[in-house]
């Protein structure tokens, strides 16, 4: 029969294991945790993750302003391989308007990660741009001349010979280093895509550039995209009319909800395709 001492001396004999580092608890540290494992992953993966993450965030997107698209629609339109003008006519005007869309994501993710270009009204305007090109170039592109008659946003709006100096107030708010200092950079971004959407600057798909360009502040400072759900476009609405408080939590939440989403397509793309590079 073993003794306590000889007891003792096996278990000291048995080496400790190591324990698992922590995970990642902030916003912050889940979003590098995140983007560390996708560039671990395969290229199927990231491939698969990147379109996967598109059709969500421009299919929400593009429901918050009523506009519901098949998934037959959408998988058409990130096919490289397809061939618009070959499709019913009826078709050709959607796909296009996906890949613009996918354009305009393109552009943030790549404008984010180039920290000293500054944040300009060009910007807003080459995002409208990416969406509309038929409305001209950054240099030609005009705002709305007239109070629009929106079926979906009632709160409102600048008056149009408001619209240049109020566009500017923004983008100087976001430039303001007093501004940064007692915020972070999801109120930045909550605030800056409520204060323009409220301006309402363009013509069409206002709402569209308001959201990619609260994204763009997002990416840069290192946060997932705020995806707003398509269930939350009423909640949403009322946002605007009400206090930029709401847009806030609307914004955090969507933030919480892509982490979620994100770190659950991970696991089940590496399931089907491999974890590794």
């Known amino acids: 029969m073993a003794t306590k001492t000889s007891i003792r001396k096996e278990k000291a004999a048995i080496p400790a294991r190591a324990s698992e580092p922590p995970r990642p608890t902030s916003i912050e540290e889940r979003t590098a945790y995140l983007e560390a494992r996708l560039q671990k992953s395969s290229p199927t ?16 997107d593009s429901a918050i302003e009523g506009t519901v698209y ?7 339109a990130i096919d490289p391989n397809t061939d618009v ?10 796909l296009n308007d996906v890949r613009r869309h996918r354009e305009a994501l393109d552009f943030v993710r790549d404008y984010a990660t180039k920290r000293k270009l500054p944040i300009t009204i060009d910007v807003v305007k080459r995002i409208y741009c990416i969406l509309h ?13 007239d109070i629009p008659q929106h079926r979906l946003y009632f709160h409102e709006y600048a008056a149009p010979d408001k619209i240049t100096a109020k566009v500017r107030q923004v983008i100087d708010w976001v430039n303001d280093p007093e501004t940064n200092k007692g915020r972070s950079t999801i109120r930045v971004a ?3 895509h409520y204060d323009l959407l409220r301006v309402f600057p363009f013509q069409y798909d206002s709402g569209k550039v308001a959201r990619v360009f609260m994204n763009l502040l997002l990416l840069r400072g290192g946060y997932p995209p705020a995806i ?18 709401t847009m806030v939590q609307i914004v955090q939440e969507a933030i919480d909800n892509s982490l979620a989403s994100i770190e659950k397509l991970l696991d089940d793309l590496e399931r089907r395709f491999g974890a590794s590079a």
């Open 133 to 145: 090109p038929e409305e001209g170039d950054i240099k030609t592109v005009k705002y709305r001349k």
């Open 70 to 76: 098949t998934i037959e629609e959408m998988a058409a």
């Open 45 to 60: 993966v990231q491939q698969h993750y990147r379109d996967s993450l598109d059709l969500s965030w421009i299919a929400h």
């Open 190 to 192: 909550a605030r800056a």
């Open 228 to 245: 707003i759900h398509s269930t939350e476009r009423q909640r949403y609405y009322d946002a605007l009319k009400g206090s930029n408080a």
């Open 85 to 94: 003008t070959t499709l019913d006519s009826s078709v050709q005007p959607i």
